[in-house]
C-alpha cells in the first residue's frame, strides 16, 4: 500500500506506465509531468510491460542465505534447557554471536528463564 504523501499512487502509476508504453511518450518527460525520476518511471513502464500489478512489492527477501544453520539452533535450545544459560554463554560455546544467540532464543520463546526452578526452599 503507498503511504499517504506518495507521488504516484497505483492508478497514477498504471497511467505513468500507459504514457510511455501505449503512447510511446519519452520517459524523461512524463517524469517531468509527474514530478518523479525516470528510474521510477521506467520501473513501472517495465512493470506494465511484464504484465505485473501497480501495486507495492513486499520488501522482505525471497530466501535467507545467511541464514543459522539447524544444527546450531538445535544445540543453543538444547544447551539452554539443559543448562539454563544466557546468550552470551551459549554463543560462546556454540560460536555464534550473542546477538544471534539471543535472537534463536526468541523465536524459540525460550529467551525468558522462569524464576520458579530458582529457589530452593
Same mark, same amino acid.
Given at each position: 500500500m503507498s503511504h499517504a504523501n506518495a507521488a504516484l499512487t497505483p492508478r497514477h502509476r498504471l497511467k505513468v506506465a500507459k504514457l510511455v508504453v501505449d503512447d510511446g511518450h519519452p520517459i524523461s518527460e512524463v517524469a517531468a509531468r509527474?514530478?518523479? /525520476?525516470?528510474?521510477?518511471?521506467?520501473r513501472w513502464a517495465e512493470r506494465y510491460r511484464a504484465g505485473e500489478t501497480m501495486q507495492d512489492r513486499s520488501s522482505r527477501p525471497h530466501t535467507s542465505?545467511?541464514?543459522?544453520p539447524l544444527h546450531v539452533v538445535k544445540r543453543v535450545v /538444547?544447551?539452554?534447557?539443559?543448562?539454563?544459560?544466557?546468550?552470551?554463554?551459549?554463543?560462546?560455546?556454540?560460536?555464534?554471536?550473542? /546477538?544471534?544467540?539471543?535472537?534463536?532464543?526468541k523465536r524459540c520463546q525460550l529467551h525468558r528463564l522462569s524464576y520458579t526452578g530458582l529457589l530452593h526452599g
Open positions: 509527474f514530478q518523479c /525520476s525516470w528510474p521510477t518511471v521506467k542465505p545467511n541464514k543459522t /538444547s544447551l539452554r534447557l539443559r543448562k539454563r544459560l544466557g546468550p552470551v554463554q551459549l554463543a560462546a560455546l556454540c560460536g555464534i554471536a550473542p /546477538s544471534t544467540a539471543h535472537q534463536i532464543l
